[in-house]
């Protein structure tokens, strides 16, 4: 219904503002992106919700390529921490396989240096992109192998073989004392220990249009994922 939207809320947390874009970003989405959000970005300071609020009017959720994006409070708890995690290297870079919400949200110091592996070429134009298709690990770019300080991952689909592919690539990727954060359903914990040497964090993503709940996993501890996400109850 609206022309124009002016948002202000009594708090400044990413948390309140997360909650105040997300109702202002369905506004835009429901009137065909006609309406105007303005923010106050210098007190919200939080660059991330930002990017994120941009990738998500830009780009619907494609089910062809079994695209569901995750929450928003989501990915700026997943970018937060690839960026803690990384931010003892120089000119650190990452690698974000069939993870476009987290690779255009990324600040864009890391971003200028990192890399989305996808299938879906809306993003070709970009200079990070990297057509990848799951089934031909054996296509990545030799320039790009064993480039990166950390890999995030979220396959289309949920099962083992398509796993093993990405493992692959992973593998391939991946610098040697590199981290590693996946997600997807706890059923798959055997396999992905057993490969990659990863294990289960209590915090849980929330994928709003996904009809089953994942988990992530990584290679490293973290403080941030082993507490619970108020978005997500408890198993």
């Not at 089934?135 to 950390?150: A, G, K, M, N």
């Not at 040697?176 to 209590?202: A, C, M, Q, W």
Request: hydrophobic share 35%; proline share 7%; with cysteine.
């Amino acid at each position: 219904r609206f022309d124009y939207v002016i948002v202000n809320p009594p708090f400044i947390t990413a948390a309140v503002w997360t909650m105040n874009i997300e109702g202002s970003s369905g506004i835009n989405a429901e009137y065909g992106g006609s309406s105007v959000v303005v923010l106050d970005w210098i007190s919200f300071g939080c660059i991330t919700c930002k990017l994120w609020m941009e990738f998500i009017q830009k780009t619907k959720e494609d089910p062809k390529h079994n695209q569901y994006w995750y929450s928003s409070h989501t990915i700026q708890t997943l970018v937060d921490e690839i960026v803690n995690a990384v931010s003892h290297i120089d000119n650190p870079s990452v690698a974000c396989l069939s993870t476009p919400s987290i690779y255009f949200s990324l600040p864009t110091q890391l971003r200028d240096n990192s890399y989305l592996f996808d299938f879906d070429t809306q993003w070709s134009s970009d200079r990070g992109f990297v057509h990848y298709d799951f089934h031909h690990p054996e296509d990545i770019p030799s320039h790009l192998l064993h480039r990166f300080d950390y890999v995030i991952v979220d396959p289309p689909f949920i099962t083992a073989d398509v796993w093993k592919m990405y493992i692959e690539a992973v593998n391939m990727l991946l610098k040697e004392d590199g981290k590693i954060l996946v997600s997807t359903i706890f059923e798959n914990r055997s396999l992905l220990h057993d490969y990659l040497k990863l294990e289960p964090r209590k915090w849980l993503p929330s994928i709003p249009k996904l009809v089953y709940q994942y988990r992530v996993f990584t290679n490293y501890h973290s403080p941030t994922l082993d507490v619970s996400n108020p978005e997500v109850p408890d198993d």
